[in-house]
């Protein structure tokens, strides 16, 4: 794809969301791009190869409004609703820090990425340092998946799962809980019901 190929792939597939700024230097190399949106107007480095992807778009639009459902009702906002998301659940294990008392426990880590391939999200040491097992993953609007990623919050913020993980450096330090196999099957499959509710609602 030359440089004026993808401009314009920016302009008619990605409905003029952001641009390219910065010098070309081919599809693999990183290369500044601007946001469109006039309150936004972040500025960013991907790759344009990065940018293909049908469920990319500004990070700032799309990720950092996070768990926000209202944002969805925002003008300016409301066309994130519909950008591809996946929602996934892994099982890991938390290998702890015998100076401090604690012992390796098993855990589950749930969220949401842009990636279609929810393995992505993790770099390969994680995923084999901490034994990580895709449990689930949902693939569907950005609307539908934070809403399933709130309900989980809401469960573990009511029942008290949530747990630290041991390494500070682990990207969902935060985001694990610890729960029994049958609330993790209940949780799992009121998850699949959601989706599939709001799958056939915008049929």
Not at 67 to 73: D, K, M, V, W
Request: proline share 3%; hydrophobic share 30%; net charge positive.
């Amino acid at each position: 794809m030359t440089v004026e190929e993808y401009d314009k792939f920016l302009i008619e597939k990605k409905n003029g969301r952001f641009k390219r700024t910065g010098t070309w230097g081919g599809m693999c190399k990183n290369v500044a791009h601007e946001c469109c949106d006039p309150e936004c107007v972040r500025k960013w480095k991907p790759s344009p190869v990065q940018c293909l992807a049908d469920n990319y778009y500004c990070p700032s639009c799309v990720l950092h409004h996070r768990n926000n459902e209202t944002r969805f009702l925002e003008e300016r906002l409301k066309w994130t609703a519909n950008v591809p998301n996946t929602f996934y659940v892994f099982s890991l294990i938390d290998p702890g820090t015998e100076a401090n008392g604690k012992t390796e426990r098993s855990l589950i880590k749930f969220g949401r990425t842009q990636h279609e391939n929810a393995l992505k999200r993790y770099p390969t040491i994680e995923l084999k340092q901490y034994q990580m097992k895709l449990l689930l993953t949902l693939r569907g609007k950005l609307i539908t998946t934070t809403r399933i990623e709130n309900w989980w919050k809401e469960q573990a913020e009511e029942k008290n799962w949530f747990v630290r993980f041991s390494n500070k450096e682990f990207h969902g330090q935060t985001e694990c809980i610890e729960v029994s196999d049958n609330d993790l099957a209940q949780l799992i499959a009121k998850s699949k019901e959601i989706a599939a509710a709001d799958e056939e609602m915008q049929k």
